[in-house]
Nanobody, 116 residues
Framework: QVLLVESGGGSAQPGESLTLSCAAA????????LMWFRQSPGKERERVAC???????VYADSVKGRFTVSRDNEKHTIDLKMKSLKYEDAGMYYC??????????WGQGTQVIVSS
């Protein structure tokens, strides 16, 4: 059973926007924190944003001011709105759930391509 399902990845040009969505199911819904990670070839996995059920939010410095995370606790979803995309934002984005801002359950990922 896939407990975290991402959607919304795709291609964008630099400066454009994309929104990613993640829906939590089953046991994933019990975790307090939902978050987004990303990984690009040759780079370490980076936690992009993390949000608690109560709204506590943490962003990576690389995305502050450009990315916004939002969560709907009733629908068990977390969205990542990405603005002013840069080439370095490209990669595979993963939704994760955990008891803290550490991924314990993972989605399968959605690809973000930033290209002119």
């Amino acid at each position: 059973q896939v407990l975290l399902v991402e959607s919304g990845g795709g291609s964008a040009q630099p400066g454009e926007s994309l929104t990613l969505s993640c829906a939590a199911a089953g046991s994933a819904r019990a975790f307090l924190f939902l978050m987004w990670f990303r990984q690009s070839p040759g780079k370490e996995r980076e936690r992009v944003a993390c949000m608690s059920r109560g709204g506590l939010t943490v962003y990576a410095d690389s995305v502050k001011g450009r990315f916004t995370v939002s969560r709907d606790n009733e629908k068990h979803t977390i969205d990542l709105k990405m603005k002013s995309l840069k080439y370095e934002d490209a990669g595979m984005y993963y939704c994760a759930a955990g008891g803290a801002c550490l991924g314990e359950l993972w989605g399968q990922g959605t690809q973000v391509i930033v290209s002119s």
